[in-house]
Nanobody, 116 residues
C-alpha cells in the first residue's frame, strides 16, 4: 500500500539546521510531484516547498525562500527538506505530500520545534 514516512524532526535551537526525509513506497515515486507542508498549532496547513517529478523545478513559500531547500532522489524514492537558519516561527508538524492528477497522498508528519 502507499506509504509516506517522514523522519528527521527534532528540537533545535534558533539558527540551527535540520534535514527532513520522506521515504515513499507503494507507488511510482518518480511520476509524482512532491511537496512539503507544515502546520503550526492553531494555524492552517501551509505549503512550504514543492518539487517537480524530475527535480528540475522547485517552488518555495516566501517565508522559507533562501533558507530551505527541497530535493528528491528518485532512485531512493526519497524526498528531502534541508532547513537552515531555523526560526521559532518554523515550529510545526511537517508533512510530505505526493500528487499526480487526482491522486493525493500524505505522510503522518514529523515534529520540528525551534527554541529561541
Amino acid at each position: 500500500q502507499v506509504q509516506l514516512v517522514e523522519s528527521g524532526g527534532a528540537l533545535v535551537q534558533a539558527g540551527g539546521s535540520l534535514r527532513l526525509s520522506c521515504a515513499a513506497s507503494g507507488f511510482t515515486f518518480s511520476t509524482y510531484g512532491m511537496s512539503w507542508y507544515r502546520q503550526a498549532p492553531g494555524k492552517e496547513r501551509e505549503l512550504v516547498a514543492a518539487i517537480s517529478t524530475t527535480g528540475g523545478s522547485t517552488n518555495y513559500a516566501a517565508s522559507v525562500k533562501g533558507r530551505f531547500t527541497i530535493s528528491r532522489d528518485n532512485a531512493k524514492n526519497t524526498l528531502y527538506l534541508q532547513m537552515n537558519s531555523l526560526k521559532s516561527e518554523d515550529t510545526a508538524v511537517y508533512y510530505c505530500n505526493a500528487i499526480r492528477n487526482w491522486l493525493d497522498y500524505w505522510g503522518q508528519g514529523t515534529q520540528v520545534t525551534v527554541s529561541s
